[in-house]
């Protein structure tokens, strides 16, 4: 059983940067695939970012490359989403996810094995 708890979201201008961290509990976090998956008010979950299990391969959205970063410290359980210049239609609820293969891209994300509860991000314009 793994147990992901997201923080770091918050209220920032448009252009600012925010830090979204996710603690894993569980002694084989670093045999799972990880991402971030978000949910605007009124919209489907989309596909943000995902890690391997190793740190060694990352991919992500076309609407985030070049302005988020995804990382992970397998020796402190956490994956990090660096997110630089924001924009308003980044506003949504960030979910952090994880699963023993690989991390989903499209809808529908139902199988993934575990979810956070996830933190809200508010960008302003």
């Known amino acids: 059983q793994v147990q992901l708890v997201e923080s770091g979201g918050g209220l920032v201008q448009a252009g600012g940067s925010l830090n979204l961290s996710c603690v894993a509990s569980?002694?084989?976090?670093?045999?799972?695939?990880m991402g971030w998956i978000r949910q605007a008010p009124g919209k489907e979950r989309e596909f943000v970012a995902g890690?391997?299990?190793?740190?060694?391969?990352?991919y992500y959205a076309d609407s985030v490359k070049g302005r988020f970063t995804i990382s992970r410290d397998n020796a402190k359980n956490t994956i990090y989403l660096q997110m630089n210049s924001l924009k308003p239609e980044d506003t949504a609820v960030y979910y952090c996810?994880?699963?023993?293969?690989?991390?989903?891209?499209?809808?529908?994300?139902?199988?993934?094995?575990?979810w956070g509860k996830g933190t809200l991000v508010t960008v302003s314009s």
């Open positions: 996810a994880a699963d023993r293969t690989t991390i989903a891209t499209r809808p529908p994300f139902s199988g993934m094995d575990y």
């Open positions: 890690i391997s299990w190793s740190g060694g391969s990352t």
């Open positions: 569980g002694r084989t976090f670093n045999t799972y695939a």
